[in-house]
C-alpha cells in the first residue's frame, strides 16, 4: 500500500486511482473482519476521534462511530446546533477547544461548503469531511464504490446514473469524481432546475429524460430530494417529480438486468424512490451500503492514522 | 497663517491625462494650487525643491468608487485608516458610498462625511448620496437637498435598486439637479444567496452561484429606462463581456450611459477563489477568463469610463468564514494604481490611458476640478516610480483593513509621493 499522501480526507476530486484502489482494499478487508466478528482495537487505542456535527446524521455519525470503536479509538460525539453557529468565529473558537484536547482525528460534518476545509487549517488534527453543503462527502461515495465493486466484481467500464437533486449533492459530486477516476461511465439524470451549471465538465453525461438516462445502466444510484427543494420553487411538486424522476419498476425495467440500485438514505419513499424498488432484495443494495460505510470510515481512519503516526515520530 | 512655501518638482516626467501632455518638465506649487509646469522655471525664493529624478508626476487618483467603515463599522476601518491607504495609493479624491450605518439619505449625514474628510487634509473625500431611503429600493431620496449638501451623485451602493419603477423615477428624477444614477447592475432575483459565478468551478465546490447574466440583465433594463428617462446611469464594477456589449452599443446610440470597473475584473479570474479563499470573495463575483479579457478590451477601447477601486473593508473575522457565509469584498485603496500598471506593462494601456481612467475620466464625469494638471487647478499629486517592484502582502498594507483579493501578487510601479492641495501627505 502507497503511503497516502494527504493529512486530511477533504475531497475526492483530485485523489489519485491508486490511492482510491488502496483505500477501498483496506475497507475490503475490514469488511471481511467485521463479518468474522473480529475487532482490531489495538490500532487507535489512545487516539482521540472526535465526531463534530454541526448538521443532524444519525446514520453518518453513528457509523464513524462504529468504525473509531472497532479500532479502539477513544470516540466523543460533539453535535452543535446549526443555530448557535451561524457565526463562524465559532467554527474556530471550535477548532482551539480541539486543540487543547489534542484531538487525533477530527470527522466534521458541516451545512457550509469549505468548512471542513477552513477547520482543517486550523486545527492539529486530520479531518475528515463528513458531508459540507453542496461540496462533497467523500465517505458516501467510497463506500458506494466498494459496495459496487463487490457486486459487480470491479469498477472499471461501468455504467452508473446518479438520479435525482445533482444541484444540491455533495454525494453526487464525490461519487462523479470518484466513478470517473475509476474509469466508469458516469451519468447524472434529472430536471434541468436540479442539474449544476456546467455539469457536463466534470466528465459526466446529462439526461433530462430518465428511461434515456438509464438505458443500459449497471447502477442506479438515487439521490435525496430535500422537501425544501419543492419550497424553493425548483420542481413544481413531489408527484410530478415522482412521476418523471421517480425509480419505480417500470423506469428500472430499461436499465440493465441486472442493475443494482442505491440509495445514500434516508429515503423519501414515494418521491424518489418507490417502495417496492427499494425494498427489492434482487436489486436493492442499500443495506449494504450502510454496512460498507462502516468498513470503509474504518479504512479511512486507519490510513489517516499512519500519517498521524509517521508525523509524530518524526 | 504664515503661506506655505513654493514647491518645485524638478526632473518630472510630467504626465496631465486631461490634456495628453507626457513629457519631462517641471511643475511649480504655489499656494496649494498649480502655478506653472514647463521647461526652464525658475527656483523662486524660498521655494521647496523636489528632485523627482525622472519619475512619474501625475494627478492625484480620482476614485469614484470606495465603501468606507465610517459612520457604523469603524472596527472595519475608518475614515482616518482609509485616508491613510488612499495616500499611500495616490488617491487625493475618493467617492464614498451611502450604504453606511446609518446610510446617508439625509443631508446632516452627508455633510458628516464630507467634514469627517477635510478633517483627514489628505483626502477629499465625496460621499454619494443615497439613491432610495434607507437604501431600500422603495422610495427616492431627497436628490435636491443632498445635492446641496454635497452629495456627488446617488447610489444605493452594494444595492441594486431592484425595483423598476423606482429606478425610472430616480433616473427622471435626477435630471432635474443635473446628477446621475450609479447602479449595481446585478438582477438581486438572480444572485440571492450566490456566492461564486455559476459554472464548472462553482459546481465543482458546491458554491451556489450567480449567473453572470444577472449583470447584463440589469444593465439592458437599465439602458430601457436612460431611453425613455433621459436620464443618466452610471454602472458600476461591469465584469462581464455581455454587459460590457450593451453598454458599448448604448453608448454608440447617444445615450448617457456611463461605467466603471474595478482592478479585481481586469487582473484576477474565478479561479482565484480556489480552495474557498475568501479573500477573493467580491460582489460582483470574480469571472471566467473571457470576461476578464473583454473587462481589459473595454477598458482599452474606451467603453469603460473609470477604474475604481471598489474597496471594501472587512475584518479577518468577515473574511475567516466558510465561503458562503463570509462577507463579499477587497480593500483597493493601496492597489488601485499598481495593478491598473500591469496592464500597462502588459501592453493592454498605455500610462496615458491609465491614468486618464484613474484620473481625468472619473472628475470629468463627476464634474470635479480634479484629476488635472491644469494651472490654477489644487496641486493634488502623485509621485509614481513605475518600475519599482514590490508585493502586497495582506497584513502589511497601509490603513486597517486587509483583506486583499491580490495577497502575494508581485507588482511594478509604486507611489513614492502624494501631495494634497500642495501639501506632502504621503512619501
Request: glycine letters at 10%.
Amino acid at each position: 500500500m502507497l503511503p497516502f499522501p494527504h493529512r486530511h480526507l477533504l475531497a475526492l476530486q483530485g485523489l489519485e486511482p491508486p490511492y482510491i484502489a488502496d483505500l477501498l482494499d483496506l475497507a475490503e478487508s475490514y469488511a471481511l473482519l467485521n463479518r468474522s466478528g473480529k475487532t482490531q482495537r489495538d490500532l487507535l487505542k489512545g487516539r482521540t476521534l472526535i465526531n463534530l456535527f454541526f448538521e443532524d446524521s444519525t446514520r453518518t455519525r453513528t457509523s464513524f462511530e462504529l468504525a473509531g470503536k472497532r479500532l479502539g479509538a477513544d470516540v466523543i460525539n460533539m453535535s452543535v446546533s446549526t443555530s448557535s453557529v451561524n457565526k463562524g468565529e465559532t467554527l474556530l473558537d471550535t477548532a482551539s477547544t480541539l486543540n487543547a484536547m489534542h484531538c487525533d482525528l477530527l470527522v466534521v460534518r458541516h451545512a457550509q461548503s469549505g468548512a471542513p476545509a477552513l477547520l482543517s487549517q486550523k486545527v492539529d488534527a486530520a479531518v475528515i469531511n463528513a458531508g459540507d453543503g453542496t461540496h462533497e462527502h467523500p465517505t458516501q461515495a467510497l463506500l458506494d464504490a466498494l459496495t459496487i465493486r463487490r457486486r459487480k466484481g470491479q469498477l472499471e467500464n461501468l455504467t452508473v446514473a446518479i438520479c435525482g437533486d445533482v444541484l444540491h449533492s455533495r454525494v453526487a459530486r464525490s461519487n462523479i469524481h470518484l466513478l470517473s477516476a475509476m474509469n466508469c461511465r458516469v451519468r447524472v439524470v434529472g430536471p434541468p432546475t436540479l442539474i449544476p451549471a456546467e455539469a457536463g465538465r466534470m466528465g459526466v453525461e446529462v439526461f433530462h429524460d430518465m428511461r434515456a438516462g438509464l438505458r443500459d445502466a449497471d447502477v442506479v444510484m438515487m439521490l435525496r430530494l430535500q422537501k425544501e427543494r419543492m419550497a424553493g420553487g425548483l420542481v413544481p411538486s413531489a408527484r410530478e417529480f415522482f412521476r418523471f424522476y421517480g425509480l419505480d419498476a417500470a423506469k428500472l425495467a430499461v436499465a440493465k438486468p441486472d442493475a443494482i440500485v442505491m440509495h445514500p438514505g434516508p429515503m423519501n419513499r414515494g418521491v424518489e424512490i418507490d417502495s417496492a424498488v427499494a425494498d427489492d432484495t434482487e436489486r436493492s443494495v442499500i443495506g449494504e451500503q450502510v454496512e460498507m460505510g462502516v468498513a470503509v470510515r474504518m479504512a479511512v481512519l486507519d490510513t489517516l492514522a499512519r500519517n498521524l503516526r509517521r508525523s509524530a515520530r518524526l | 497663517m504664515t503661506a506655505m512655501p513654493d514647491t518645485l518638482f524638478i526632473n518630472a516626467r510630467l504626465i496631465d491625462p486631461a490634456s495628453g501632455m507626457d513629457a519631462p518638465a517641471s511643475l511649480l506649487v504655489r499656494n496649494g494650487t498649480i502655478a506653472e509646469h514647463g521647461t526652464g522655471l525658475g527656483v523662486p525664493e524660498g521655494a521647496e525643491v523636489v528632485d523627482c529624478a525622472g519619475a512619474v508626476l501625475a494627478p492625484g487618483l480620482v476614485d469614484m468608487r470606495a465603501a468606507l467603515g465610517e459612520p457604523g463599522a469603524e472596527y472595519r476601518e475608518t475614515i482616518e485608516s482609509a485616508a491613510a491607504a488612499a495616500a499611500a495609493g495616490g488617491i487625493t479624491t475618493l467617492c464614498a458610498l451611502p450604504d453606511t450605518q446609518p446610510v446617508l439619505d439625509d443631508p446632516a449625514l452627508v455633510q458628516f462625511v464630507l467634514r469627517r474628510g477635510e478633517a483627514t487634509g489628505s483626502l477629499t473625500i465625496l460621499p454619494y448620496g443615497a439613491a432610495t431611503k434607507g437604501c431600500q429600493g422603495k422610495e427616492i431620496a431627497e436628490f435636491g437637498l443632498l445635492r446641496e449638501a454635497g452629495a456627488v451623485a446617488f447610489s444605493d451602493g452594494t444595492h441594486a435598486i431592484a425595483s423598476a419603477r423606482t429606478m425610472r423615477l430616480a433616473l427622471s428624477y435626477a435630471r432635474a439637479f443635473g446628477s446621475f444614477i450609479v447602479q449595481h447592475p446585478e438582477e438581486p432575483a438572480l444572485a440571492a444567496g450566490g456566492a461564486a459565478t455559476e459554472g464548472e468551478l462553482a459546481t465543482r465546490l458546491g458554491l451556489p452561484g450567480i449567473t453572470p447574466a444577472a449583470e447584463a440583465i440589469m444593465v439592458a433594463r437599465d439602458i430601457a429606462l436612460v431611453r425613455i428617462t433621459g436620464g443618466h446611469v452610471h454602472f458600476a464594477h461591469v465584469s462581464t463581456g455581455a454587459a460590457l456589449a450593451l453598454i458599448r452599443a448604448a453608448k454608440q446610440e447617444g445615450l448617457a450611459v456611463s461605467c466603471d470597473t474595478a482592478p479585481p475584473y481586469f487582473d484576477l479570474n474565478e479561479t482565484a477563489i480556489g480552495d474557498f479563499r475568501t479573500y477573493a470573495k467580491l460582489s460582483p463575483p470574480l469571472r471566467r477568463e473571457e470576461d476578464r479579457q473583454a473587462v481589459v478590451a473595454a477598458l482599452a477601447d474606451g467603453t469603460i469610463d473609470a477604474i475604481a477601486s471598489d474597496h471594501q473593508p472587512a475584518d479577518p473575522d468577515d473574511k475567516r468564514l466558510p465561503f458562503a457565509l463570509a462577507s463579499a469584498g477587497g480593500t483597493g485603496l493601496a492597489t488601485l494604481l499598481g495593478i491598473t500598471l500591469a496592464r500597462v506593462h502588459g501592453g493592454d494601456l498605455t500610462m496615458l490611458q491609465a491614468l486618464a481612467l484613474l484620473a481625468s475620466r472619473p472628475a470629468a464625469l463627476l464634474g470635479l476640478e480634479a484629476g488635472t494638471l491644469g494651472r490654477g487647478k489644487a496641486a493634488d499629486l502623485l509621485l509614481l516610480d513605475p518600475e519599482r517592484a514590490w508585493k502586497v502582502e495582506a497584513g502589511r498594507l497601509p490603513g486597517k483593513a486587509q483583506n486583499s483579493p491580490f495577497d502575494g501578487r508581485a507588482l511594478e510601479g509604486r507611489v513614492i509621493g502624494t501631495w494634497k492641495a500642495g501639501r506632502r501627505v504621503f512619501g
